[in-house]
Nanobody
């Protein structure tokens, strides 16, 4: 069984920083893309940042220059360093991974971690 578990969310003042982590657990994993999405009430889940297995990254325009996505393949972990946080960054942040296990590829999601930015 594969699980993605996020950590690092919380309450922070505008201008502050947080670092989210997400660990993928399970055996026989080959992890391709990893990403962070976020969602606010009444809105669709949106991509924040993606990092491919080779290390290339992409970001939503709203977080470019403030957020950095990285991964540690040896630990099956993806990180999201969030700096200069704004109130509009308040959301539930979800970890995503596309994983191959026993030759079968599928998408996995974490349960989410709340980030709240006070102005």
């Amino acid at each position: 069984q594969v699980q993605l578990v996020e950590s690092g969310g919380g309450l922070v003042q505008a201008g502050g920083s947080l670092r989210l982590s997400c660990v993928a657990s399970g055996n026989n994993l080959r992890i391709n893309d990893m990403a962070w999405y976020r969602q606010t009430p009444g809105k669709q889940r949106e991509l924040v940042a993606r990092i491919r297995s080779g290390g290339s990254t992409e970001y939503d325009d709203s977080v470019k220059g403030r957020f950095t996505v990285s991964r540690d393949n040896a630990k099956n972990t993806v990180y999201l360093q969030m700096n200069s946080l704004k109130s509009e960054d308040t959301a539930v942040y979800f970890c995503y991974a596309r994983i191959v296990r026993f030759s079968y590829e599928r998408d996995y999601w974490g349960l989410g971690t709340q980030v709240a930015v006070s102005s």
